[in-house]
């Protein structure tokens, strides 16, 4: 039996989340404008027959695929909001599920930083995928569960605000963000990310 985790549809990617995802995946980069499909599921290694069946019936790329002990993650974007639409179509109709079907995210962490010292910027910046964070600048952090939310997380993020997308981590256990920028942009974007993943529906974890 398959369990349907994460599904979340992201309308038009951001520059800085595209960028992330070229920098860190194996797989064919998004572009900004583009629409994506973030998808988690378990038992991990079922990933691998689901990305088979969605890129024989639909016009999208993989941008990730990681397929872990627990749980498998899977991105993919096209050119079109339609195409990605109709991926994940193939996903629901795979699995037997309608997209309510999903985990709600379920937020385990969320807390902003004012005035990041110099010595804690440099002790995040060993472990950051994207921008730097410097010292003096705010620092939202968020945990979710599922981890295949934090990319559409992010994504909501930059919507939202002008802020740095210093690391994002979209498949494990939980999924993280750290998000850096001048104080009110910050706490824009976290009433913006934490906006969008309440309005999400889906099971009770």
Not at 16 to 29: D, E, H
Not at 30 to 55: M, Y
Not at 158 to 183: C, D, I, M, P, Q
Request: hydrophobic share 50%.
């Amino acid at each position: 039996m398959i369990e349907l985790r994460a599904f979340a549809f992201i309308d038009q990617l951001q520059k800085q989340l595209v960028g992330y995802i070229g920098s860190t995946a194996r797989g064919y980069y998004p572009v900004a404008g583009q629409s994506a499909l973030f998808l988690e599921i378990a038992p991990g290694i079922q990933v691998n027959a689901l990305t088979d069946v969605v890129l024989k019936k639909a016009k999208v790329r993989v941008g990730a695929m990681v397929v872990e002990r627990t749980y498998g993650m899977l991105e993919v974007h096209g050119n079109s909001p339609a195409d990605v639409n109709e991926a994940g179509a193939v996903v629901l109709e795979y699995l037997g599920m309608k997209e309510t079907d999903r985990l709600k995210p379920k937020i385990l962490a969320a807390e902003t930083i004012e005035r990041v010292v110099p010595h804690m910027s440099q002790i995040v910046n060993r472990f950051r995928d994207a921008s730097m964070l410097l010292g003096d600048e705010a620092l939202y952090i968020l945990e979710v569960v599922p981890a295949g939310y934090a990319g559409f997380a992010a994504n909501e993020a930059e919507k939202a605000a002008t802020v740095k997308l210093v690391h994002a981590s979209v498949f494990g256990a939980s999924g993280r963000v750290y998000l850096a920028g001048n104080l009110s942009d910050i706490q824009a974007a976290k009433a913006a990310v934490e906006s969008a993943l309440a309005a999400l529906a889906g099971r009770a974890h």
